[in-house]
Nanobody
Framework: QVQLVESGGGLVQTGGSLRLSCAASVRTFGSYAVGWFRQASGKDREFVAH????????YYAGSVKGRFTISRDNAKNTVYLQMNSLKPDDTAVYYCAAGDYSTNWSTYDYWGQGTQVTVSS
């Protein structure tokens, strides 16, 4: 069983930055692909970015490409999401998940509790 804990959310102005962290409870975290998803109030869960195992192949949703960067530190069992040039449309609860390398949230086995990101205009 993998437990994930997100942190780093908060309130930021348009154009600001935040770095989200996703810490895992297992030392084998490096063997899982990890994705970030978000869900805004009243909307469906949306893929943001994911990173593979090993060499860490990354893939981003078009809406965040060029602004967000996903990375991982397997020695710390942690995955990060650096978010720059934030926009009000980025406001959502952000979740990290571990599982298969996929943009489909249903393929991920383990989820964190989420962290709120609010971008003010």
């Amino acid at each position: 069983q993998v437990q994930l804990v997100e942190s780093g959310g908060g309130l930021v102005q348009t154009g600001g930055s935040l770095r989200l962290s996703c810490a895992a409870s297992v030392r084998t975290f490096g063997s899982y692909a990890v994705g970030w998803f978000r869900q805004a109030s009243g909307k469906d869960r949306e893929f943001v970015a994911h990173i593979s195992t090993g060499s860490g192949i990354r893939y981003y949703a078009g809406s965040v490409k060029g602004r967000f960067t996903i990375s991982r530190d397997n020695a710390k069992n942690t995955v990060y999401l650096q978010m720059n040039s934030l926009k009000p449309d980025d406001t959502a609860v952000y979740y990290c998940a571990a599982g298969d390398y996929s943009t489909n949230w249903s393929t991920y086995d383990y989820w964190g509790q989420g962290t709120q990101v609010t971008v003010s205009s």
